[in-house]
């Protein structure tokens, strides 16, 4: 039994891969990301991560305005060496269009970058996704945790444009009520029924 030749994407090029090389490599696996310059497979989800997906992704689409849209699994293109892939984002809606096949969109059109924290990603979910979306300017960041059973406790950040950083303008528990970056409401406490 001889072993399968491994793929190419296996064997990084000197100074690592790049943004546009994501759709340039056959077979990668589903929602393979590249942080500075390096693949990251992602793992399984699990059931709490699908479910604050699901409430989070429904509660957006409810509420957002014509001039936007609500993306899930797309990679956003910040630099050349970092193309992550938001759980949920909120792009502007001339950047999405019905017709093309895009496999990611521009920094600049994201205008929200949602994460939920899994175990397997915890470091790059609170620490250094946060820090890239920042540097390439995106205004409005959530991180999605894990409380009381499977309920999603949801840290609101707003870019502050000086320092281009996150600064926190909220935790909320049972229900995420914010203006910015437009009116939404959603019950939190609804995953307990789904």
């Known amino acids: 039994m001889t072993a399968e030749p491994l793929p190419a994407w296996a064997f990084p090029p000197p100074g690592g891969f790049t943004a546009d090389d994501l759709d340039r ?3 990668l696996p589903p929602h393979t990301e590249l942080i500075d310059g390096s693949l990251v497979f992602v793992s399984p989800q699990r059931s709490f991560h699908s479910l604050a997906m699901y409430l989070l992704e429904k509660g957006l689409r409810a509420s957002v305005p014509e001039s936007l849209r609500v993306c899930r699994d797309m990679t956003i293109a910040l630099d050349k060496r970092n193309r992550p892939e ?3 984002s909120i792009l502007r809606a001339e950047a999405v269009s ?3 096949d895009e496999t990611g969109y521009d920094a600049a059109d994201a205008v929200l970058a ?3 924290v899994s175990p397997e990603s915890e470091d790059r979910d609170r620490k250094r996704k946060p820090q890239l979306y920042a540097e390439a300017g995106i ?3 959530w991180l999605v945790e894990k409380e009381q059973g499977r309920r999603p406790v949801v840290h ?3 870019l502050d444009p000086v320092t281009r950083a996150y600064v926190p303008t909220g935790i909320y528990r049972d229900r995420l009520k914010v203006s910015v970056p437009f009116t939404i409401d959603i019950d939190l406490t609804e995953i307990d029924h789904l």
């Open 25 to 27: 490599m056959p077979d």
């Open 86 to 88: 938001p759980d949920i």
């Open 98 to 100: 019905a017709e093309a």
């Open 114 to 116: 949602v994460e939920v």
């Open 139 to 141: 205004r409005y960041f």
């Open 156 to 158: 609101v950040f707003e």
